[in-house]
């Protein structure tokens, strides 16, 4: 019995260090995209793959890091009918082609809005990340009036754009005078991720 009982243990610390190595390898692998800190606050972008084909769509994850002394907000855009839509529209993308064109990326807003507006507000303690997943179809360029980008075979940059500042609704049962808001512009760092001709 005492052996059987040791030999349990032992395989439920295993596999405890197992999952601790594939949560290690995952941060590590959003740690690519990392900019530099501004006023405490770090921005991160990672391809969810590298590699993708024709007529796929891209997925990428933003990451926020909290890498000073005190807990902090950010406002990431708005949220609609009380909480259960999000929109992080103060996260933006810049994409970079093979040929050199930049292109400077906008999260698309809702169609329509009806009703109350509230501010998009998470917290971020002291070392702690939080990360928010996009799809490339999710965002449109200004400039040239595109949506649902499709990218053609090629080599592509990436970086993210975070625009911060204080709330900006102040509704009922959200007052958030004094708050903490992280005020501010910052950039991530750029990765690289690549379009293929499909099989």
């Not at 405490?40 to 769509?57: C, F, H, K, N, Y």
């Not at 050199?100 to 507006?117: K, N, Q």
């Not at 002291?126 to 980008?149: D, G, Q, Y």
Request: aromatic residues 10%; positive net charge; glycine residues 10%.
């Amino acid at each position: 019995m005492l052996i059987v009982s040791h030999m349990r243990r032992t395989r439920t610390r295993l596999a405890g260090c197992l999952l601790l190595i594939v949560a290690a390898s995952a941060l590590a692998g959003l740690a690519e995209g990392w900019g530099a800190a501004t006023h405490w606050l770090q921005l991160a972008i990672s391809p969810v793959r590298e590699t993708w084909t024709v007529g796929d769509d891209p997925e990428f994850q933003v990451s926020f890091r909290n890498c000073g002394t005190n807990d902090l907000f950010l406002d990431l855009g708005i949220t609609l009918a009380n909480g259960r839509r999000h929109f992080p529209n103060s996260v933006s993308l810049v994409l970079l082609d093979s040929q050199g064109h930049s292109r400077h990326l906008e999260l698309v807003g809702p169609a329509t809005v009806s009703g109350r507006i509230d501010d998009y507000a998470v917290g971020l303690q002291t070392r702690a990340v939080h990360i928010l997943r996009f799809s490339l179809s999710e965002f449109w360029c200004p400039s040239t009036h595109e949506s649902r980008l499709k990218l053609p075979k090629g080599p592509y940059k990436i970086r993210a754009r975070f625009q911060g500042h204080g709330a900006a609704h102040k509704n009922t049962g959200m007052d958030w005078a004094a708050w903490n808001f992280w005020e501010g512009t910052l950039e991530s760092g750029a990765v690289e991720f690549e379009i293929r001709d499909s099989k």
